[in-house]
């Protein structure tokens, strides 16, 4: 029986995703592989990596607004058609798009969290100061906390298909 109270408890610890439950003595379970503790966070929190991303492009300086980035990330950027896995691809990228002066804005977003992840989804639009364009896009960002702030491991970004 205590085997079968052992299984449920790892299985119980896979699906949640975090630390492991106590054991029956007290103590964390050794036998769980995963022992991740998870950080609190909230949908503000969350949502304000947008601001602070959008902050960063705000400087000028591709260096930080890749900095928002963790190391193995990759960027599906709205103006270029190549995947961006490294930093030195995401500064390129940057490079170019900082020209234009951006400025984005959310119009409309849902945010889900989990255990140490957390994904923003929705629409946004960017009004370009060097021109006063506007382009209407859809995005997604998933972020990961790395122990110390939260990073962007996905960032995928398209204009929208049907113009209004």
Not at 111 to 137: M, P, R, S, W
């Amino acid at each position: 029986m205590r085997n079968i109270s052992t299984l449920s408890a790892a299985l119980a610890v896979v699906l949640a995703g975090c630390a492991p439950a106590p054991s029956e003595s007290g103590s964390a379970s050794t036998q769980s592989a995963h022992t991740e503790i998870c950080k609190a966070t909230s949908e503000q929190e969350i949502s304000a990596l947008f601001d602070r991303w959008n902050r960063s492009l705000q400087t000028g300086d591709p260096h930080k607004v890749v900095a928002n980035y963790a190391e193995h990330s990759v960027l599906l950027a709205t103006v270029s058609n190549k995947p961006r896995l490294t930093p030195a691809e995401k500064e390129d990228y940057f490079q170019y798009f900082l020209k234009s002066k951006p400025m984005g804005k959310i119009d409309w977003r849902t945010i889900e969290i989990g255990c140490n992840t957390a994904i923003d989804a929705g629409l946004y639009t960017f009004t370009f100061g060097a021109t006063g364009a506007q382009v209407k896009a859809r995005y997604t960002y998933t972020y990961k906390w790395d122990g110390k702030q939260w990073l962007i491991t996905t960032h995928h970004s398209s204009a929208m298909p049907e113009k209004s």
